[in-house]
């Protein structure tokens, strides 16, 4: 019976899969652990570690393999000396294999070690490990919002970008709905749905949502999850607003330059009438005059007395009426000039300008403006400033910075006085920064006032489009700041608002 139970023994101890092997402990004069004797050890262990069983019974690890570290002496001979059993997994560098251990004391001072080859699998976690790290670095690194999702809309993972723009971090999120996170998204939750059951992506465009105060556009791509039978779907969104910006840019650039010659066409056509009509007045107030002999000669020719014809002439408020006249053809003059303005390319007068000071006297110069004074009290108005040292140069026609700044504070002023009539508690503040972005200066002038719908943000810039009152406005002034600003010195002019909030401009020059 104890043969037949020993034989069954040694057939289930040679045929493990896993290694095992009997050791003896060795210690030292103070009774540390300081090598290990092989007893016993089957077939796998023998293929799993390169040990010849008949060379190895009876010899110390040491013998055998120098190098061993002391970790394996320190671990094993504990066990033998305690009785406590454990299971680990390191590294023999002798041998260059990990091994998952399980090491137990079948009697004092002696141990039993099953050890499993777990080289492969440590190799095949670490390279998952690697792949994933990878990939959450490839995610993380994207500037897109990347949402997944499962088939019921609740939140799986999101990257980094999308952690900065919902302030939340990934796990705080996990498992709630999108619509908790986003709840613009709310109108797109069918679309969702229809994209994991019909496993077709679907591409939204330029869609409109406001963050923070400012506009932004989105496009929002949805791609189904097809894989290992998860139903699901990963949202990914991109910040678009740069180039819808650069888009209507270019679009706005192109409609003024047209507008621009049509403008200066017809300044051409009116100037030449106009002038005529100039000309003729001056005539006609001269030879009204009686400082001039030849109107006292040419009226007593015919019995006329030059006094009397002026005595009459007063009375009937001629002499004003034609005052009138010329002031309002010297205005028109005027208007015409600036038109003409839209087809010329001016590099007269450039030079290398401070921004920030020309900002200041603009700012001074609003405040003794009389219309200002009269109309929109500018003094009134809380002014901002943030001026940022620049990394480069201007280079500018001051003059013509300082029409820009002047008509751009003008409107702002107009537009916080129309705020204040509605709400005798608001109070007007008017935002001055200066700082560099990229390669180019970046001017912004924001007010707090009454702001602009779409419709006149998209039209703003147009000859002759005021939302001013008859008789307040040409609406040249914008676009004049304009064409300054883009054909004159090489830069370009956007605007953003909120109708009711504020209105923002914001000016960028090449930096030398």
Same mark, same amino acid.
């Given at each position: ?31 540390? =652990? ?23 019974? +009876?010899? /110390? ?7 061993? !570290? ?44 099953? #050890? ?22 490839? @995610? ?26 919902? *302030? ?14 986003? =709840? ?18 679907? !591409? ?28 699901? #779907? ?24 047209? @507008? ?14 106009? *002038? +005529? ?9 001269? $030879? ?43 205005? #028109? ?33 609003? +405040?003794?403006?009389?219309?200002? !004074? ?10 901002? $400033?943030?001026?940022? =040292?620049?990394?480069?140069?201007? @280079? ?16 702002? #002023? ?10 005798? !508690? ?6 001055? &920064?200066?700082?560099?972005? $990229? ?10 006032? &009454? ?20 008789? @307040?406005?040409? *609406? ?9 600003? /883009?054909?004159?010195?090489? +830069? ?17 020059? =090449?930096?030398?």
């Amino acid at each position: 019976s104890l043969k037949k139970s020993e034989l069954k023994f040694r057939q289930l101890f040679e045929s493990m899969i896993d290694g095992f092997v009997l050791h003896e402990i060795i210690l030292d004069e103070n009774g540390t =652990p300081c090598d290990y004797r092989f007893i016993d050890m089957n077939d796998s262990y023998c293929k799993m570690t390169g040990i010849v069983k008949e060379s190895a019974i +009876g010899k /110390t690890v040491l013998e055998l393999m120098p190098n061993t !570290e002391k970790y394996w002496i320190e671990s094993f001979g504990k066990v033998a000396l305690t009785g406590e059993s454990i299971h680990f997994e390191n590294y023999a560098s002798e041998i260059g294999k990990y091994y998952e251990v399980v090491c137990y004391s079948p009697q004092r001072m002696q141990f039993a070690v099953i #050890a499993r080859d777990v080289t492969e699998a440590r190799s095949n976690l670490e390279e998952l490990k690697k792949t994933k790290s990878y990939l959450d670095n490839v @995610i993380n690194s994207m500037p897109s919002i990347m949402i997944s999702v499962d088939q019921d809309g609740n939140i799986m993972n999101m990257n980094k970008t999308a952690e900065e723009m919902t *302030g939340c971090n990934d796990k705080s999120v996990k498992g709630h709905s999108i619509v908790d996170v986003f =709840p613009d998204y709310q109108k797109y939750i069918s679309t969702l749905r229809e994209t994991i059951e019909t496993r077709k992506p679907v !591409e939204l465009h330029k869609l409109y949502q406001e963050i923070n105060g400012a506009d932004k556009y989105m496009n929002l791509t949805i791609y189904p999850l097809i894989t290992n039978g998860i139903k699901g #779907a990963v949202i990914r969104l991109d910040d678009i607003t740069e180039k819808v910006r650069l888009e209507e840019m270019m679009i706005q650039s192109e409609k003024m330059m047209s @507008i621009g010659g049509l403008a200066a066409g017809m300044a051409h056509e009116i100037n030449n009438p106009l *002038g +005529g009509i100039l000309q003729g007045l001056q005539n006609v107030q001269r $030879r009204l005059s009686s400082d001039f002999t030849k109107n006292i000669e040419v009226a007593e020719k015919y019995g006329l007395s030059l006094d009397d014809m002026t005595k009459y002439l007063n009375d009937r408020n001629i002499p004003e009426i034609l005052k009138e006249m010329h002031e309002a053809s010297i205005r #028109a003059s005027n208007i015409m000039k600036n038109m003409l303005n839209f087809s010329r390319k001016s590099d007269n007068n450039k030079t290398e300008v401070e921004i920030c000071s020309i900002l200041d006297e603009s700012l001074e110069l609003s +405040g003794h403006d009389y219309d200002l !004074e009269k109309n929109y009290d500018f003094k009134s108005i809380n002014i901002l $400033r943030n001026y940022e =040292p620049l990394n480069g140069k201007i @280079i500018a026609s001051k003059i013509e910075l300082q029409q820009v700044f002047l008509n751009l504070f003008k409107n702002a #002023a107009h537009a916080m006085s129309e705020k204040k009539k509605n709400d005798p !508690e608001y109070k007007p503040e008017l935002h001055v &920064t200066v700082k560099t972005n $990229r390669n180019s200066a970046e001017i912004i002038i924001e007010d707090n006032g &009454t702001g602009m719908s779409q419709e006149t943000k998209n039209r703003i810039f147009e000859p002759f489009f005021t939302t001013k009152p008859i008789g @307040i406005g040409t *609406g040249l002034g914008l676009s004049v700041s304009y064409f300054i600003i /883009t054909k004159n010195n090489n +830069g370009n002019i956007t605007v953003e608002s909120v109708q009711n909030e504020f209105s923002r401009f914001i000016i960028h020059f =090449p930096l030398n």
